[in-house]
């Protein structure tokens, strides 16, 4: 039977199966998924979903049309599959199941946009998207909250948007609060390094992409993306004295960087008492640990598999209990590790923990062997995010989600396990000639 290729003419054919395109989606999912909040402001969900649908059906095309050039072997992490998959499975036991299968599709969405991008371009491609994507927000964010703090001096209640740059902060722009502000600007930085370091743009670019995610980052007076800096600093450090060492002693220094880490969290395991007074003295860590202990309590009888998958909290019980015991409005467990313990269980929990842990050791395994400086970017995205997850839930939603799911996949193509395993030819469909 002939194949159907009247439905698109040649050159449609061409154009979704080119390099330009792809650049192209991959920009918009990046676009998209840092700026979801500001969307959901303007055109409310059902634009946010018709877009995310657009860019799905896009993906899709381009992948399409591009089969024949990739390489699938060992593309999805088994420790992604896991996780998502434990999550679907929570739709048997929840009690609020048509919530649970809409969250999931939602979740689901934006996994498959992070696997497009993850396989279909390069890492310095990916920077490149991102910075874009984050140049943009950004500069649009100090627009908008000089508009509101200097021109107009009044809130813009429809964006979130408290006007107080010119009291130098907190800002929220166009992210919806502090944090996540403060989150983005993080990747922000992160990215324009990057971005620098491997001479992707005019260094002058780089300079003005640099500062103004430094201003956001100040402006945003977030306490939680200051921490996540420091982490990251640390961590910056550390890998570049790896990397600047002997290969034959590499391992030595990954011994001791290790060491360090668990000194450190033996300590403040130890000292916790004090660590959590010392923190007690901000109003935002005394909120949070009473949502932690609330959200402890309301776990117990759902231990092994937890209450199902439902993303952002819902206005349901037990996530109206925890709102009312705190004393205020919250849409999600402001901690990645105690979220998904909550909705996933115990089972959840060690399936998250491993898919951070497998993706954050392969990248950083990867950055410290490889020269390029591109390599990088993964490992330090993912410090990013689990450190942030100690304090947020921005790693299972949106933007952290896609990005962790990027850099999962990226790891996982270049260091598997599976690659070890023997790789069949294909088969020819007639006997080679003699």
């Not at 103004?212 to 961590?235: H, N, Q, T, Y």
Request: glycine share 8%; with cysteine.
């Amino acid at each position: 039977m002939a194949e159907r290729r009247f439905l698109l003419p040649p050159g449609g054919r061409t154009f979704l199966g080119s390099a330009v395109f792809a650049s192209a989606v991959t920009t918009a999912i990046f676009l998209t998924a840092f700026s979801t909040q500001l969307i959901r402001s303007l055109i409310g969900w059902p634009g946010l979903i018709s877009i995310l649908a657009g860019l799905i059906i896009c993906a899709l095309a381009s992948l399409w049309y591009r089969r024949a050039h990739l390489e699938w072997h060992g593309t999805l992490p088994i420790s992604v599959i896991v996780f998502v998959g434990w999550a679907v499975l929570s739709i048997f036991w929840t009690d609020t199941t048509i919530a649970t299968g809409m969250r999931l599709v939602y979740m689901l969405g934006f996994g498959f946009l992070g696997f497009y991008v993850a396989v279909l371009r390069d890492t310095i491609q990916i920077v490149r998207a991102a910075g874009d994507a984050l140049r943009i927000l950004l500069v649009v964010s100090l627009v908008l909250e000089v508009f509101a703090g200097v021109l107009i001096d009044q809130p813009i209640a429809f964006l979130r948007m408290q006007g107080n740059i010119a009291d130098l902060g907190p800002i929220q722009g166009v992210f919806g609060t502090r944090n996540q502000l403060g989150f983005i600007a993080v990747i922000a930085l992160i990215t324009f390094a990057v971005e620098m370091a491997t001479n992707s743009v005019p260094r002058r670019v780089g300079r003005w992409s640099l500062l103004i995610a430094a201003a956001c980052l100040l402006l945003s007076r977030s306490p939680v993306a200051i921490g996540v800096v420091a982490v990251v600093v640390a961590a910056a450090l550390a890998l570049f004295a790896v990397r600047r060492a002997r290969a034959a002693s590499r391992w030595i220094w990954q011994l001791v960087i290790l060491a360090g880490i668990a000194v450190t969290g033996v300590l403040i395991w130890v000292a916790q008492s004090r660590v959590i007074d010392m923190l007690n003295a901000g109003s935002e860590f005394e909120v949070r640990y009473r949502l932690w202990r609330s959200m402890t309590a309301y776990a117990s009888p759902n231990n092994l598999q937890g209450w199902g998958w439902v993303g952002t909290w819902p206005d349901t019980v037990p996530y109206l209990w925890m709102n009312l015991a705190t004393g205020r409005d919250n849409s999600t467990g402001l901690n990645a590790y105690l979220d998904v313990w909550f909705q996933l269980g115990i089972v959840g929990f060690f399936a998250f923990v491993a898919l951070i842990g497998l993706a954050l050791v392969r990248s950083w395994l990867l950055a410290s062997d490889k020269r390029s400086l591109v390599y990088v970017w993964p490992a330090l995205i993912l410090v990013a995010l689990a450190t942030v997850s100690l304090a947020e839930s921005s790693a299972l939603f949106e933007s952290g989600w896609m990005l962790l799911v990027i850099c999962s996949v990226k790891a996982s193509r270049s260091m598997s396990w599976r690659d070890a395993l023997p790789k069949r030819d294909p088969v020819p469909l007639e006997p080679a000639p003699k």
